[in-house]
């Protein structure tokens, strides 16, 4: 399945619009992650599709997975699933894939910024999720978060991309915010 052909992908993102969390961003190039807000909390929202060669795994690109990881605090709920069907996959947090981190591989592409490959063995044993289930968990997550309307989501953004994106960032925030005060 091509990453943007992901039916479940986009049906997670409307499905949540719908409920609540409302989508403001997706990140540049092509990745699979999303951000979300709800009433100055904060939900970021990775899916990875598995690329099958002779083993299953998710490749993460550091630019994108690190920022996100450092700029997490109390006020972003951040969630990423490795998915290996097309309905549903293992659901982790950030602080679970921070603590991954340094035992992982590393690839370094070319021509791109190094990208970290994540196995089914390198997964801590979490609940495997599909459909509602993904959505529910992600309306509990955000809503476990403490509120801040002083944070600034641009900070999830890796350094050499915040000043390009800025502006977009902002502006479909306050897209959500008036979406929000007025539904």
Not at 64 to 93: H, K, S, W
Request: glycine share 6%; proline share 8%; hydrophobic share 40%.
């Amino acid at each position: 399945m091509a990453d943007k052909e992901n039916p479940l992908w986009h049906g997670l993102k409307a499905a949540l619009d719908q409920r609540g969390p409302r989508h403001v961003f997706d990140w540049p190039y092509g990745a699979h992650v999303a951000l979300f807000w709800q009433d100055d909390r904060y939900l970021v929202l990775g899916v990875y599709n598995s690329r099958p060669e002779y083993d299953t795994w998710w490749g993460l690109q550091a630019t994108i997975v690190e920022p996100i990881l450092v700029a997490t605090n109390q006020v972003v709920a951040v969630r990423f699933l490795f998915q290996d069907q097309e309905t549903g996959g293992t659901l982790i947090t950030g602080s679970e894939l921070r603590s991954m981190l340094p035992h992982l591989s590393v690839a370094h592409p070319s021509g791109s910024s190094p990208a970290y490959k994540v196995f089914p063995k390198d997964i801590p044993s979490r609940a495997y999720l599909c459909g509602r289930a993904i959505v529910d968990e992600m309306i509990d997550a955000v809503s476990a978060v403490k509120p801040d309307p002083e944070f600034d989501p641009v900070m999830l953004l890796h350094p050499e991309r915040r000043a390009r994106w800025r502006w977009v960032v902002h502006w479909r925030l306050q897209q959500a915010r008036e979406c929000r005060s007025a539904g």
